[in-house]
């Protein structure tokens, strides 16, 4: 199986942009953006995993086989999280005391 050869370029280029999400990151901790910060730094960190496992982990260039591990795994993310979100946002809050 031969591997796909990534020219040195391309890992410069998106650490730049990994370098540039992260000063974006703390910008937008330091800027009170009310309810729109908790989304922003989620925006900023789904971008910053994407490039991560597209290039880092040369998902980009691999087998179909190792794309459907990839999409499984996000889905199964997005089960659990939506398991826990359905018990958090159904629970009756009370105060004792």
């Not at 730049?16 to 974006?24: D, E, F, Q, R, V």
């Not at 496992?53 to 459907?68: D, E, G, I, Q």
């Not at 996000?74 to 018990?87: E, N, P």
């Amino acid at each position: 199986m031969s591997e796909h050869i990534v020219p040195t370029r391309v890992y410069y280029t998106i650490f730049g942009i990994l370098m540039l999400c992260t000063y974006l990151t703390v910008q937008i901790a330091v800027f009170d953006l009310g309810p729109l910060n908790t989304i922003a730094a989620l925006v900023i960190a789904v971008l910053k995993a994407t490039l991560v496992v597209l290039f880092f982990m040369h998902v980009k260039y691999s087998t179909r086989l190792t794309w459907a591990v990839v999409l499984s795994s996000v889905f199964w993310l997005g089960i659990m999280l939506a398991l826990t979100l359905s018990d958090y946002l159904t629970r009756s809050w009370r105060t004792f005391g």
